[in-house]
């Protein structure tokens, strides 16, 4: 099982930025891709943003593709996503995720195939 630990969420106006960053431990990390999901009040926990376990691959959610860009540090064991030109919509509490499984392609990840959840950040984006 491997734990992860979100920070960096926080107030912002929109069209700001904001950097969240979620460090992982016990396990292998670089073996599994990890990612970002988000819950907003009353709505279902989406899927926002992945990396493949080598970082070679990259995925977004349509709402919020060429604003958020994800990045991982295997040797350091954490994953980032950079925010930026927020909108309100963006509010919700934000989620770091690990693949199930080890080695898979990220593609089409849906909150089944989530192996560990971080406690989750908030990030609130005002107008």
């Known amino acids: 099982q491997v734990q992860l630990v979100e920070s960096g969420g926080g107030l912002v106006q929109a069209g700001g930025s904001l950097r969240l960053s979620c460090a992982a431990s016990?396990?292998?990390?670089?073996?599994?891709?990890m990612g970002w999901f988000r819950q907003a009040p009353g709505k279902a926990r989406e899927f926002v943003s992945a990396i493949s376990w080598s970082g070679l691959s990259t995925y977004y959610a349509g709402s919020v593709k060429g604003r958020f860009t994800i990045s991982r540090d295997n040797a350091k064991n954490t994953v980032s996503l950079q925010m930026n030109s927020l909108k309100r919509e963006d509010t919700a509490i934000y989620y770091c995720?690990?693949?199930?499984?080890?080695?898979?392609?990220?593609?089409?990840?849906?909150?089944?195939?989530?192996?560990?959840w971080g406690q989750g950040t908030q990030v609130t984006v005002s107008s």
């Open positions: 995720a690990a693949h199930r499984f080890p080695n898979w392609e990220p593609s089409n990840w849906s909150v089944l195939g989530v192996g560990s």
């Open positions: 016990g396990r292998t990390f670089s073996s599994y891709a």
